[in-house]
């Protein structure tokens, strides 16, 4: 008999994407109602993201008091509040499987989506943002110039990207490299023959973001492996499909999760560990994938052998101990903890790992920064995003650290604003925690965006 309150380990059952009725829109409505009608009688989830306030409210404001009076052509706004950051499967709803009630809330907002997909209704705008292989590669060659148009200062050009892509004229975007992660990656660090850990390998996935925008996330790793008698491989077959999931374009997130799967299994089978650098990825390979592709070896194979960046250290600390060096981080460090990383199950590994740093307080955030991937950055959603990840920044503000950082490099940028709404006086950010590892152990990464 099911136990209410999530005692039992949460479950995900395989995606059933190839199948007619997957995308059948009356069994969609059937199970949107369904699903929609435990949560009103639940409403434990009211304060995670907009989806369920716009979901509540729809109901409260219906001619019943009850879902039953609410037209189906209103769920359409609760969708698009979902940002898939699974933190009401993972933290809060008592009815996810094995529980009776069968409950998903996410995979459901995605199979509403693929079907949207399937029926060319996705927004052309949000489309074309979720081609990040195609846009690093057209703007890495025009690098310093998009970066001045992309500028929240750039206002001429900020407002026409408003008013054409449907971005925000706040909003903070990413920057590009003309050199990505992968043209850096052609030198290997100096390895430490010296170091515990001398003998692992581990071939790290680069990431569409860590390649094209911010390549001293890979810089940092490769390092601080390197440091620690690591030896690593820096590899980037596809992105991970993240962008693409989040539109529902499943049959490109399976093709995406082919190549890369097919291109890790000679490291897989050499012995090395497979590394991620940004939480959302690691989640695709880890969890999702596997899902999407039950009977794909390759997959399961990849999943198996994957770890995020920050999990990578902690274990290593762990069975092998970490090399000397680490000097203390002065002031402090605020980490939050991505949704995507929290989603993976593994416990926070990013404040584990920060504090293997000597004589360095650490505090932790545990709210969603807001962002939610591209959908924080259109101009329908900033305001929201900044509302939902304003308890974040006042948290990470409290700590009075000289530092805050994220394990999600969108949500550390989001933070970064959402703290200067509230304070002229905002500390140092860092991308993500292996930034600050590798500044502890004195190691020089230093580079401009569009270099």
């Not at 109901?59 to 706004?77: A, H, N």
């Not at 590394?275 to 390979?285: E, Q």
Request: charged share 20%; aromatic share 8%.
């Amino acid at each position: 008999m099911s136990k209410e309150g999530s005692l039992e380990s949460p479950t995900r059952h395989p995606i059933p994407w190839t199948n007619p009725d997957f995308l059948d829109p009356d069994k969609i409505d059937a199970e949107l109602r369904r699903v929609f009608d435990i949560c009103h009688g639940c409403r434990r989830c009211f304060n995670l993201c907009d989806s369920f306030p716009r979901l509540f409210d729809l109901i409260d404001d219906s001619s019943s008091g009850e879902l039953d009076t609410v037209p189906s052509s209103d769920f359409k706004s609760v969708v698009d509040a979902c940002t898939f950051c699974d933190m009401c499967f993972m933290t809060k709803c008592p009815y996810v499987p094995p529980h009776e009630f069968d409950l998903d809330f996410p995979h459901l907002m995605l199979r509403y989506r693929a079907a949207e997909q399937a029926q060319g209704a996705s927004g052309f705008r949000e489309t074309q943002l979720a081609m990040t292989d195609r846009n690093g590669k057209w703007a890495r060659l025009v690098a310093g110039p998009a970066n001045w148009a992309t500028d929240e200062d750039n206002h001429s050009v900020r407002n026409l990207l408003s008013a054409v892509g449907g971005i925000h004229p706040q909003a903070a975007l990413p920057k590009f490299h003309s050199k990505t992660l992968m043209d850096w990656s052609v030198n290997s660090p100096l390895l430490n023959s010296q170091a515990p850990a001398h003998g692992r390998k581990a071939v790290i996935y680069a990431t569409c973001f860590a390649n094209y925008n911010e390549p001293a996330m890979g810089k940092a790793a490769r390092a601080v492996l390197a440091h620690n008698g690591v030896v690593t491989e820096m590899v980037y077959p596809s992105c991970c499909g993240m962008p693409q999931w989040e539109r529902g374009n499943l049959g490109q997130v399976a093709r995406n999760a082919e190549i890369v799967a097919a291109e890790m299994a000679p490291w897989i089978d050499q012995g090395h560990a497979v590394i991620a650098l940004v939480p959302s990825c690691a989640l695709m390979l880890k969890f999702e994938w596997p899902l999407l592709l039950p009977d794909h070896e390759d997959v399961r194979r990849l999943a198996d052998a994957t770890y995020d960046i920050s999990e990578y250290i902690a274990v290593l600390a762990k069975e092998d101990g970490l090399a000397d060096g680490l000097k203390p981080l002065d002031g402090g460090v605020t980490l939050h903890l991505a949704c995507h990383a929290r989603a993976q199950n593994m416990g926070a590994k990013g404040a584990e790992m920060l504090r293997l740093i000597p004589d360095t307080e650490v505090n932790v955030v545990e709210r969603c920064s807001g962002h939610g991937g591209a959908w924080g950055i259109m101009k329908d959603n900033f305001e929201v995003a900044l509302k939902v990840g304003k308890p974040a920044a006042r948290q990470a503000l409290k700590a009075e650290n000289a530092w805050v950082v994220s394990e999600c490099p969108l949500a550390a940028t989001h933070l970064r604003q959402s703290m200067e709404r509230l304070t002229d006086d905002v500390p140092q950010t860092a991308q993500h925690p292996i930034i600050l590892m590798a500044l502890a152990y004195g190691l020089q990464l230093a580079e401009s965006p569009g270099s």
